[in-house]
């Protein structure tokens, strides 16, 4: 089976640029989550989805980020306009409600640098 | 709120021999998942190990083994008879059972495995 897929691998961009990450969960995954990963805050989560539907955004950093999931094999993550401050290693994750606490499955993470 | 601190950033190991990488949390919750994960560096995520809380038998994957300590919350993972490929980052994560999906990730403990 496919696992979460990401892209781009890498994104290396000016301040300001508009940036648009993508994620394809696994299949029959009902939960898609977004996280960050910085060496002086670790992994945050940013956002998950249950069914599409955004639960829990509360990581979300500021307005300049937004994230969609418009069907069930596709979300975005969007920041506009990029700054420096927002250079980190973005992962997405999905998993599926089943009994025993079914683990998050990640993507390989975008690299993103804002100059 | 829940928070998980592993208290070793770095840790070495001899090829063969055995490790234990530390790690403790704070929650207020009765049920939960905990779970190991493991970040070479090529940046994947990977899942080592997972324990449900309400289970008082450690989980065991292979070489890789958890002492769970549910009064203490203390949830340590040993490495036996390490292996060159073992060295990379180790992640341990709680969740909630009956809330929130919400992954809460210790800072990381770097593992080096010495030939």
């Known amino acids: 089976d496919a696992g979460v897929i990401q892209s781009p691998r890498h994104e290396v961009t000016e301040m300001g640029q508009e940036v648009t990450l993508r994620c394809k969960p696994i299949?029959?995954?009902?939960?898609l989550f977004w996280y960050r990963q910085t060496m002086m805050r670790g992994l945050e989560l940013l956002i998950y989805?249950?069914?599409?539907?955004?639960i829990d955004d509360s990581g979300m950093p500021e307005d300049r980020f937004s994230a969609k999931m418009p069907n069930a094999s596709f979300s975005t993550l969007k920041i506009q306009p990029s700054e420096p401050r927002d250079s980190a290693v973005y992962f997405c994750a999905s998993s599926y409600w089943g009994q025993g606490g079914q683990p998050q499955h990640f993507g390989d993470g975008t690299r993103l640098s804002i100059l | 709120a829940q928070t998980v601190t592993q208290s070793q950033p770095e840790m070495s190991v001899q090829e063969a021999e055995t490790v234990t990488l530390s790690c403790t949390y704070d929650t207020s919750e009765s049920d939960y998942y905990l779970f190991w994960y493991k970040q070479p560096p090529s940046r994947q995520m990977i899942l080592v190990i997972r324990q449900e809380a309400y289970k008082q038998q450690n989980a065991t994957e292979n070489r890789f083994s958890v002492n769970f300590q549910k009064a203490a919350k203390s949830f340590s993972l040993k490495i036996s008879d390490s292996q060159l490929g073992d060295a990379a980052m180790y992640f341990c994560a709680w969740r909630d059972q009956g809330g929130s999906e919400k992954l809460v990730f210790g800072k990381g403990t770097k593992l080096t495995v010495n030939p």
């Open positions: 299949s029959g995954h009902d939960y």
């Open positions: 989805f249950n069914n599409n539907v955004p």
